[in-house]
């Protein structure tokens, strides 16, 4: 799932990429409930890998700014409330005054996995080039901004610096025996 601050439309969006793999009719059995929301554009089907590559194309165009982190959540249940208040705070942290604050952006995105671990973590830390084994899944979160000032990036990467804490806090309730190992967040993302 992705909360961004600028969909396609150039207005917020939460965009659900739903993955089977497998007949498309068992898929469409097995996220039946998320189609009968009637989500405002519906692209479910059959894809090539190639084509799923290339999904996020549109929306990181090559040459702009980025700056990546993330973090992890618990496997405890994410609540409709936290979702709401992070997607709240990505929206006013999108419109804060500050040096990348253009006519263009800032854009943010949050990226939510919601996929099972178990394989990832049964196996040695040492057998793949994924260095994290958590049973955690990862959230990254990205900005994106114009301008190539030094101002303009310091601003940037403070204010994803910013929404990564907040996030982190609403998301407490997710680990109920605390962060434990996972206290180290997601190393991939520079967490």
Known sequence: ?????????????VIVAAFYNGEEEIGRQK?????????????????????????????????ANYHLTGTIRGEGRLQSEAARDIFNKM????????ACLTDGGPVFSIIWQFINLK?????????SALRMRTAS?????????????????????????RLKDFIVQALEHTFPNGLGENDTGYGNFGA
């Open 1 to 13: 799932m992705v909360m961004s601050s600028k969909g396609p439309a150039g207005a917020p969006v």
């Open 31 to 63: 996220f039946a409930k998320l189609i009968e929301l009637g989500p405002i554009v519906n692209r479910t089907g059959m894809m090539p890998s190639e084509v799923v590559n290339t999904l996020q194309n549109a929306v990181l165009p090559q040459g």
């Open 91 to 98: 929206i006013e942290m999108t419109g804060a005054p500050g």
């Open 119 to 127: 394989k990832v973590t049964s196996l040695p830390a040492d057998a």
């Open 137 to 161: 899944p990862c959230m990254s979160m990205v900005i994106r901004w114009e301008g190539d000032s030094t101002e303009a990036s310091k601003d940037a990467k403070d204010r994803v610096t």
